[in-house]
């Protein structure tokens, strides 16, 4: 089975940046059977917060709390 890892540093500053690896994970790879993780660096890690998740809406993409409520239920890991 192919594997993907993701590797970001995008911090909750720029809501769409910060959401691409994460639908990129669970509407991409995940959805197509790849095994997937995110590892989160640096700023990235503010991304794992409740509060910050429901506060991010990219352009373009789904609200950020959908991606990662998603991606966990594709079995996405998150490396911190």
């Known amino acids: ?15 769409t940046t910060a959401s691409v690896p994460f639908h990129i994970a669970a509407n991409g790879a995940g ?13 990235a890690v503010e991304l794992m917060k409740p509060d910050v998740q429901q506060r991010l809406k ?18 996405i890991t998150f490396f911190v």
């Open 58 to 75: 990219g352009i373009g993409v789904p609200p950020f709390a959908d991606l990662v409520k998603s991606a966990i239920e594709r079995g």
């Open 31 to 43: 959805a197509s059977g790849v095994e997937c993780g995110i590892a989160l660096a640096g700023d």
């Open 1 to 15: 089975m192919p594997r993907l890892l993701i590797v970001t540093s995008q911090g909750p500053e720029n809501a």
